[in-house]
């Protein structure tokens, strides 16, 4: 069974950095793409980054220049590196994994962590 597990997420002042990790296990396969999601309260989760297992990436524009995004496939693992943290950054933040199929696209979550930044 797919398990995503996040760590890395807690409490920062603005400006600061935090790093998300995530390990996908019970996986006999590469995942097509990896991804952070977030969601405030009140909100919608929204996507924050992707990257493929091509290394191709995406990030919303909220967070360009200040997060990056890396995968180590290898160890079926992806990262978040945030930076020049904002209070609006706040959010409980969940890994995701994606496998296409022919017909479909599954989608796995990790439980999310916590990432509150503070003014």
């Known amino acids: 069974q797919v398990q995503l597990v996040e760590s890395g997420g807690g409490l920062v002042q603005a400006g600061g950095s935090l790093r998300l990790s995530c390990a996908a296990t019970?996986?006999?396969?590469?995942?097509?793409?990896m991804g952070w999601y977030r969601q405030a309260p009140g909100r919608q989760r929204e996507v924050v980054a992707s990257?493929?297992?091509?290394?191709?990436?995406n990030y919303a524009d909220s967070v360009k220049g200040r997060f990056t995004i890396s995968r180590d496939i290898a160890k079926n693992m992806v990262y978040l590196e945030m930076n020049s943290l904002k209070p609006e950054d706040t959010a409980v933040y969940y890994c995701?994994?994606?496998?296409?199929?022919?017909?479909?696209?599954?989608?796995?979550w990790g439980q999310g962590t916590q990432v509150t930044v503070s003014s």
């Open positions: 995701n994994a994606k496998r296409s199929l022919p017909s479909m696209t599954l989608d796995y």
């Open positions: 019970g996986s006999p396969f590469t995942f097509n793409a």
């Open positions: 990257i493929t297992s091509g290394g191709g990436t």
